[in-house]
């Protein structure tokens, strides 16, 4: 995350190391420093619970957390700053209901102190002027970010917004992390229109045009920020590599995100739009795009490097998609070419979700888990329908009929909390309708699991598997996703 302008924070945090007394104005700024520290001794910490390192961060992390309303009190670029940092920490940290308050917080004061247009700052020096848009932007990316992972509509209206792009000042030289946040920065700007007020069009042709948006995007990205500029099994990938495989990540996500609706319609019937001139539909840029997720096995080792990192969630998040989206196909499209092709990507997928459970060194190990847990339910359901086809116990439908777009919505709308209130109910049953079955009973064995006597902290949502497909449930540790992360596909 680019929140900073590096040089001018280390020249101020230098000069709060020499003070003996700290005025009132920079006690944000020092709650800034003390999180700062936190982060740096959390991912340097090993895997460990009795850690120095791991103590340390959570210590000063309940200290910022304690003062959070104080902080919020003195609305300055800091407090946007702490909020950023902290709510996005959270949310990748077993805290996401936090995380996203937080953020949602964080957006407030940003919009009080004027920070969403650069025609009311009234800097005048070019390096404050930089930190604002980097700060900006990395907040409005945040934003659209939990948007798109937990099915919510954006805060930010980016057509209130008037922030000029992060650049690099005159007489720095060249940081290829800038470079790498200003593409991330466009790639979720051309997805704002789709990510939007829910009252927004949704409509084929927004979608066509994000779509050649993202293709423009893509064709014009840096040969240094192309996964495939790299070897596979680079033993120590290079920090632009993990850059890469994000962006990369990112960039099939959003395709998925975008597509999923337009591939399958409501009423059941698929969508044939060509969405190129080269005649790709969406239901083929849904395959490409989980597909060219599951692939990234082949980079093994910048895949458990990013595990160590902030990007942990965000791995199995969309690893978790992917693998839901694959699967949905397997079901539309049984016994198909399309269909045998999805199943070798719900394969690697799970396999990816296995060992980033097992690892000691992933911070993504609980996400993973609770993905196999629902991928594996998935799974069975797409061999029995294959038996069912193949021993002639049923037949396949002209048709095909394919209501993944319901399928997908009435997961949601069957959450006991973070249900979405503009979900469209089933309209009856078909190839995918097993879907329903598997998401509702992982998210009702959450709404009938017992009270825990654990703290608070530590009672993270749901006992996985479901009752009717894998034998009875048991209780095991996952995510506070305020339900669970089936809700998380809506």
């Known amino acids: ?10 020249r101020r ?25 936190a982060l740096g001794a959390h991912y340097a910490a090993p895997q460990t619970a009795h850690s120095v390192y791991r103590q340390l961060s959570q210590d000063l992390i309940a200290v910022v957390e304690a003062r959070f309303l104080q902080i919020l009190n003195c609305s300055t670029l800091e407090t946007v700053q702490i909020c950023i940092l902290l709510g ?4 990748f940290n077993e805290r996401p209901n936090t995380g996203l308050g937080i953020s949602g917080s964080g957006v407030k004061i940003a919009q009080v102190i004027g920070l969403h247009r650069e025609s009311l700052w009234k800097e005048t020096s070019a390096i404050a002027r930089e930190e604002r848009r980097r700060t900006w932007w990395t907040l409005e990316v945040f934003d659209k970010y939990a948007a798109v992972s937990f099915g919510r509509p954006c805060i930010i209206d980016d057509s209130d917004c008037d922030v000029g792009m992060v650049s690099h000042m005159p007489h720095e030289a060249k940081n290829p992390l800038l470079l ?73 996500n959003l395709q998925i995100i975008l597509h999923r609706t337009a591939a399958f319609e409501n009423d059941g019937q698929m969508n044939e739009l060509k969405m190129t001139e080269g005649g790709s ?34 791995i199995g998040i969309t690893l978790f998609t992917a693998g839901v989206v694959l699967c949905a196909i397997c079901l539309s499209r049984p016994l198909t070419d399309m269909g045998n092709r999805a199943k070798t990507g719900v394969m690697h997928i799970i396999r990816m979700c296995r060992s980033a459970a097992d690892s000691p060194t992933s911070s993504q190990h609980l996400v993973s888990r609770q993905s196999l847990d629902i991928l594996d ?12 086809l193949i021993t002639g116990r049923v037949s396949l439908p002209a048709n095909r009929p394919t209501s993944f777009a319901s399928a997908m919505v009435t997961a949601s709308a069957t959450a006991p909390v973070n249900s979405n209130p503009h979900s469209i109910p089933d309209r009856g049953g078909g190839l995918l309708h097993p879907i329903q079955e598997v ?8 709404a009938s699991r017992p009270p825990s006597p654990v703290p608070l902290l530590q009672q993270l949502s749901f006992s996985t598997g479901a009752p009717g497909l894998n034998g009875p449930a048991e209780p095991v540790t996952t995510l506070d996703w305020d339900g669970d992360l089936s809700v998380l596909v809506d």
């Open 439 to 446: 998401f509702t009973q992982h998210i009702s064995g959450s």
């Open 180 to 252: 790498y946040h200003t593409w991330k920065f466009r790639l979720y700007r051309i997805m704002g229109a789709f990510l939007g007020r829910r009252g927004q069009s949704k409509s084929l042709n927004t979608v066509q045009s994000i779509h050649n948006k993202m293709l423009q995007w893509r064709n014009e990205l840096p040969q240094e920020l192309r996964l495939a500029s790299y070897a596979a099994q680079d033993e120590q990938p290079s920090l632009i590599q993990l850059q890469a495989l994000n962006l990369q990540l990112t960039y099939d």
């Open 1 to 10: 995350m680019m929140v900073f302008h590096e040089d001018a924070f280390r």
């Open 281 to 314: 539909t969406s239901l083929q840029q849904l395959l490409d795009s989980a597909m060219n997720t599951s692939e990234l096995y082949r980079y093994s080792s910048a895949l458990q490097a990013s595990g160590r990192t902030h990007a942990a969630m965000h």
């Open 377 to 388: 339910s998935l799974v069975t359901v797409v061999l029995r329908q294959e038996t069912e």
């Open 88 to 91: 996005s920490f959270f949310l």
């Open 13 to 37: 945090f230098r000069d709060l190391l020499r003070r003996e007394q700290i005025a009132y104005r920079d006690s944000n700024f020092r709650c800034l420093c003390l999180l700062v520290v």
